[in-house]
Structure formats: C-alpha cells, structure tokens
C-alpha cells in the first residue's frame, strides 16, 4: 500500500512510479527544494529510495538537464544516474544521493582542514568539467549559452535592483548610478574577454554530495561556457560556509596543479589572481542579489542570514581595485555592511 506526504493534487504521479518501479508499495515524502520551481520527492520502497525531480513537460532531445548530465557522465564527472522519466508529465526518477553535502561535511568538521581531503575531491570533479568536458565538442546544451558582458551585468543589476534599492532603499543619484553602470560595464566586460571553458554555474557546497566516499555533483542544468573562475570563486567563496584564505589558497594551488596539462603555455598566475578577485566581485555581488530577492520579492527571510558575509567577501575584493572604490563608498554610504538583515 503506497503512503504518500506530500501536497494533494499529485496523483498523476501514481502511474508513473508504479511503472518505473514495478510496485505500488512504495512511500513517498517531499524534499526541500532549492530556490527554483522545481519540486523533489524521496521514493522509498523496501531498502531502496530514489528522487523524483518534477519540473514542467521537456523534450528529452533537448533537456539542459539531461544534456548536461550525459555530457557530463561521458566525460567522467560524477552525476546521478537516471533511472526512469516522462518527458510529458516533466518526470524524472533519479538515484537517491542522499542528504550529506560538501556544506555538512565543513561545518563538521573539527576544523576546516579536516574538510581539505573532500574539497579537493570537489576541484576533481570540476577540473573535469572545465577541462575533459569542454574540449569534447558535442551538442551539450552548455556549449550554447555563456556568461558574457550582458549575462555578468544582468547579475550584478540584480544585486543593485534587489539589495541596495529593494531592501536598502538606497536613493541612487543621476550621477552615482551612471558611476555604478560603468564600474559593472568595466568589470563585465574584462570577463567576458577571459578565455571560456564550461562552467557549472552554481559550484557550492550545497550541489555537491557525498556517497560512499564519492563526491557527486548535481543542479548542473544551467552549466554554460565561462571563465574558470566562475566556479572557483563559487566554491572557494562560497556564502554557505566561511573558508579561511589559506584553505582556499590551498584548493586553488591544486586546482591550478591538477590543471596543467590544459593552462596555456603563456598561463600567468598574477592574471589568474587578478581575475579571481574580479570575478570575486561579481560572483558575491550575484549572490547577494538573490538572496535579497527572496525577501525584497516574496519575503523569504530564510536567506538574509548570508547577506553579511557575502557583502564582506565583495568589499574585500573590490579593496583589490581602486578604480572601483565608488562601488565600495555605495556599500559604505547604504548601510549594505552594517545592516542586522536577520531582523528585517
């Protein structure tokens, strides 16, 4: 007899788990799901469990996630498998990864070294995606799409039209505002003209998962060519864990290390370095935005708490450039760094 905890009006779900599973004795639970529109369920039947990943109908020759997920499998990136869908009903029947994240991992540890040994399996896994992956040509979804000037100042306006005017109320004058576009035009620009490789596009501790000492990497739909940067600056300043300096300067020496055979010839660590720390800015910046949007559009308090410390990681990278200390004088002058977001 099937038991099912979730929200009504899923019985279209039935059929397709009877099929795939070849029973009906299965119990069903919801999952807490991620900031998008998708909706996650964990299929339990005897001493198996599987995910069920429901989003909208999908061609299954034209699916990002799909896409991504061959691609990436091909090439030797740990994903889940799948184990059954219906493209119709926007069904995806996934292997359970289970909930032991790269993010529990940190925070249990001892001490943040304790942790090393699992980051580096973490650069592993995208020294594949950035390397193997993009240098197999195919008709992936991720070739298609890419973060360009346009792309990085969509994100970083994010950041202005959902932090600094939507929670902050910050009245931008004529004069600041046109400061502000130019300083993200600048930025934007300088990272578009970095060589592109296939980023995963959200490389945080949360969508990386641990599995019998194998790290698997998931929500990867949205992977697109970019700077390798991107996903370090993702992983290495990541708003869900506080890694200290030497911990990811560790974990950037290995990935530089473990990239070799693919750097260029004419590879120089102090451009590297520079761009990090630009891509830092707009990364971070990204990243406060969304979390302000979930509160300034819906007001979902859940991700105020990473505002601080997120905002601390994008002034500490702006300090790196003093062209752009009028965009550091606005996170000053709006209260950006000093507001309790917690009690909004």
Known sequence: MRIFLMVTHDEFL??????SLGSNAYKVFSLAGDASNRRYYRVVLDNQSWVLMRWEPFDPNNYPFLSVLNHFAKNGVHVPQVVSMSPQEGLVLLEDLGDYTLERKFWESQ??????????????????????????KSDCTAFKIQFDTEKFLWEMNYGKDNLLSGVLKFPFSEQRNKEISDIFLDICSKL???????????????NLMLKLDQMVVIDFQDARLGPIQYDLVSL?????????????????????????????????????????????????????????????????????????????????????????????????????????????
């Open 14 to 19: 039935v059929p397709f788990l009877d099929r």
């Open 192 to 206: 578009h003209a970095e060589p592109k490789r296939i980023a995963h596009r959200d490389y945080h501790s949360r």
């Open 111 to 136: 001490n943040q070294e304790s942790s090393m040994d699992f980051y580096k399996m973490a650069i592993d896994e995208i020294v594949k995606i950035h390397h193997p992956a993009t240098l197999d």
């Open 236 to 344: 290495m300043r990541d708003s869900y864990v506080d890694m200290n300096d030497s911990m990811a300067k560790s974990l950037i020496n290995y990935y530089l290390e473990q990239s070799k055979p693919y750097l260029p010839k004419d590879f120089s660590r102090e451009h590297f370095d520079r761009i990090y720390e630009l891509q830092s800015i707009q990364r971070c910046f990204k990243a406060c935005g969304s979390f302000a949007s979930f509160y300034h559009q819906r007001e979902d308090k859940r991700y105020l708490k990473y505002l601080s410390g997120t905002l601390r990681r994008v002034m500490k990278a702006i300090n790196e450039f003093p062209e752009y200390k009028v965009f550091g004088d606005v996170l000053i002058d709006s209260g950006a760094l000093e507001r309790k977001y917690e009690s909004l």
